[in-house]
Every structure is written in structure tokens, then in C-alpha cells.
């Protein structure tokens, strides 16, 4: 293997420190501080000459903050001299603003893929974008990880009558993926949102046969817990025996926890792309870790 390093932006340091404990080391050393009118400081504490270096962050909340801290590390990596710079991203903030809905939007993610392509860095590793565009976007490679993959033992293990549910048609290839993976069929929730008015939806309708069955909704995002409770309704109303959830990125907002912990969902599975802090922590949530998953990642661009 070549020499490398792993950093970890502030973002997610529980994460970042599984995985450079499954590849035998530990982060490496550096310092990142805030001054009062919140603007960021970083500076690289070794020596990184010639070096690999990978930077573990998640663009979460406040994801600004965490983009900015991001650009610091890698220009101060670059300064550093290091040969290679691979952003390790788990999460993509921005990631759901992937064109215009609506006309004189801009195209957040395109700007965000943008302005990460000008720190000079090799590779992009990311886990279940919201939109393949996102990756397109990108002139430099991006190898994107299937993320769900984590929760097929778990979902496998309830052993029951399973139908595999996208909770609106932007997650269709996404379920259907996963349906593949644990051999299950697949349903859809027809889902209208408000434009104009964020985090409010309506959930019109079931597609497929989800009467006297396990559902099992597969999603990218939680946020405000709106698309899934959402989902969850409907489906109990055309018969579904219970639902569960499986979702990639706990991007959890304010009050989602009570409303999901509320719910009538059986289990909600997320993993730790995002740091959940212990105050969102409820016992309907289960945490299953993506740090394998980058590992792997980690050792192939090696
Ligand atoms: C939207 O299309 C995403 O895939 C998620 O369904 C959405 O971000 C979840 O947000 P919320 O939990 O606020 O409904």
C-alpha cells in the first residue's frame, strides 16, 4: 500500500477515526478553530510531502460551515505539498438542489461540484447522492458508494412477506436497487411537494401491493421526517402490516425526532454519515455504520 494519510474535517470525527482505526493508524494531526465572528482557521500539523491524503467530511449541518472547513483542509494540504488530496465525502450537502425546480433557482450542487473541483483534488468518494446529476456534474472521477448495501443483513434478518417501498418516483432506482439486493418486490408512494413552501408534502397514492406485507421504505434523506411518516400513513391505509425504514442520511432537523419517534413506523435504520447527536438519539432508531464500506473504498484508490 502507498503512504497515506487519513484527515478528518470536524464534521463527522467519529467516523473518521473507525476508519483510520480499520486501516491501522490514527488521524493525522490537525488544527482547525473558529474565531468569534465564526470565520475559520485551519493549518496541516505533519509532514505531508508526497504523501496521499484523504479528507473524511460530511456536508451536514451546518453544512456551510463544514463545506468551508473543507476547502481550508485541502488548500492547506496543497500548501502543504501533498500529492494527492481524495475527498471522502459521506454525506454531499446540496446534493437535493441538483437543477431548477422552479425557474430563477440556482443549481446549488453544480455550484458546489464546481468549486470542489478547483482545490485540485484527485477523486471524489461519496455514498448515495440524491441524484446521479450530482455526480455528472463532476469532471473529476467520483466513485459513488451504494450506502444502503449496510442494511440488507438487517432487513433480511425480519424474515417476513417483504415489499421494498420508494417513498416518492425520485427514489424508484434507488428501491428498486435495494429490492434486487434482498429479492423483494417493489412499491411506490406517489408524493406531491409544495415548492413554495419547504418541507411540506402530500402523499396521494400506493402503486404495487403492499396489503398484509412488511413494507420496507428506502430512502436517501431524513430530514423533517415528512416524506416517511408521510409514506408510512398511506401505507398502513392500503393495508401494509407494518413499515419499516431504511435511510442512508440521518440529516435530522429540528422536531424530527419526536415525529418519528411518534410514528407508526416499527424501525427506522439509518447509518452515520451524518453524526447524530446523542439528544436525537430514540429507540426506534438504529444506527449501522458505512465505516466498512469506506474502508474498502479507501483501499481500492490506493
Ligand atoms: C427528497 O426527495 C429526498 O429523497 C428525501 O425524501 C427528503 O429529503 C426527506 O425529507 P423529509 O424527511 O423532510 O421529508
Redesign the pocket.
Given at each position: 500500500m502507498k503512504d497515506f494519510k487519513i484527515f478528518a474535517g470536524s464534521s463527522n470525527l467519529p467516523l473518521a477515526g473507525k476508519i483510520a482505526a480499520k486501516l491501522g493508524m490514527p488521524l493525522a494531526k490537525i488544527e482547525i478553530v473558529r474565531f468569534a465572528d465564526s470565520e475559520g482557521r485551519v493549518r496541516i500539523e505533519e509532514d505531508v510531502r508526497g504523501k496521499i491524503c484523504f479528507v473524511i467530511t460530511s456536508f451536514s449541518n451546518p453544512v456551510d460551515n463544514h463545506l468551508m472547513e473543507f476547502f481550508l483542509i485541502c488548500d492547506a494540504l496543497k500548501q502543504s505539498e501533498a500529492e494527492k488530496i481524495i475527498a471522502v465525502i459521506p454525506y454531499f450537502g446540496y446534493g437535493?438542489q441538483d437543477k431548477a425546480y422552479r425557474p430563477g433557482e440556482s443549481i446549488s450542487a453544480r455550484v458546489v461540484t464546481k468549486l470542489i473541483e478547483t482545490m485540485s483534488i484527485e477523486r471524489i468518494v461519496t455514498i448515495d447522492l440524491?441524484s446521479d446529476s450530482v455526480a455528472s456534474f463532476f469532471d473529476i472521477p467520483v466513485s459513488q458508494l451504494f450506502g444502503l448495501s449496510i442494511f440488507q443483513s438487517e432487513i433480511e434478518r425480519l424474515k417476513d412477506d417483504l415489499v421494498i417501498v420508494a417513498?416518492?418516483a425520485?427514489?424508484a432506482k434507488r428501491a428498486q436497487s435495494f429490492a434486487e439486493k434482498v429479492n423483494a418486490p417493489l412499491a411506490m408512494v406517489e408524493k406531491k411537494r409544495n415548492l413554495d413552501k419547504i418541507?411540506e408534502?402530500e402523499t396521494l397514492n400506493v402503486i404495487g401491493q403492499v396489503k398484509k406485507k412488511t413494507c420496507v421504505i428506502v430512502?436517501?434523506?431524513?430530514?423533517?421526517?415528512?416524506?416517511?411518516i408521510g409514506a408510512a400513513e398511506i401505507l398502513k391505509k392500503f393495508g401494509a402490516k407494518k413499515v419499516f425504514v431504511c435511510a442512508t442520511h440521518a440529516?435530522f432537523?429540528d422536531g424530527?425526532k419526536e415525529k418519528l419517534a411518534n410514528s407508526s413506523l416499527e424501525k427506522i435504520f439509518v447509518s452515520d454519515t451524518i453524526l447524530v447527536p446523542s439528544a436525537q438519539l430514540f429507540s426506534k432508531l438504529k444506527i449501522v455504520s458505512v465505516d466498512q464500506l469506506l474502508v474498502e473504498a479507501i483501499k481500492k484508490v490506493l
Open positions: 437535493r440524491h417513498p416518492d425520485g427514489g418541507h408534502l430512502d436517501d434523506i431524513i430530514a423533517g421526517g415528512g416524506t416517511v440529516n432537523i424530527a
